[in-house]
């Protein structure tokens, strides 16, 4: 079993930066693609970005393109979205996923997700 903990969500004004963290148990983590996902009031869960198992690939989608930036630290078992020119529509809960099994692409169609996390908000104000 792994568990999943976010971190680093927060209210900042558009245009600002926030960092994520999310730290995993165990000793598995070097073997998991992560991922990032959000939930914005009354909408669907959404895809956000994704790092295969060593960090080499990673996925994002469109509307965070040039904006987010997803790393990870297997030495730390920690995963990290950097999130730069917020915009009012990324206000959202924050997710962290893992996945044993596929690519950091098929995260992105939240195939094959074994762990979630909580979730940390994040709310961006214009």
């Known amino acids: 079993q792994v568990q999943l903990v976010e971190s680093g969500g927060g209210l900042v004004q558009a245009g600002g930066s926030l960092k994520l963290s999310c730290a995993a148990s165990g000793r598995t983590f070097s073997r998991l693609n992560m991922g990032w996902f959000r939930q914005a009031p009354g909408k669907e869960r959404e895809f956000v970005a994704a790092?295969?198992?060593?960090?080499?690939?990673?996925y994002y989608e469109d509307s965070v393109k040039g904006r987010f930036t997803i790393s990870r630290d297997n030495a730390k078992n920690t995963v990290y979205l950097q999130m730069n020119s917020l915009k009012p529509e990324d206000t959202a809960v924050y997710s962290c996923?893992?996945?044993?099994?596929?690519?950091?692409?098929?995260?992105?169609?939240?195939?094959?997700?074994?762990?979630w996390g909580q979730g940390t908000q994040v709310t961006v104000s214009s």
């Open positions: 790092i295969s198992r060593s960090g080499g690939d990673t």
């Open positions: 996923a893992a996945a044993f099994g596929g690519t950091a692409h098929t995260m992105g169609l939240m195939l094959g997700i074994n762990y």
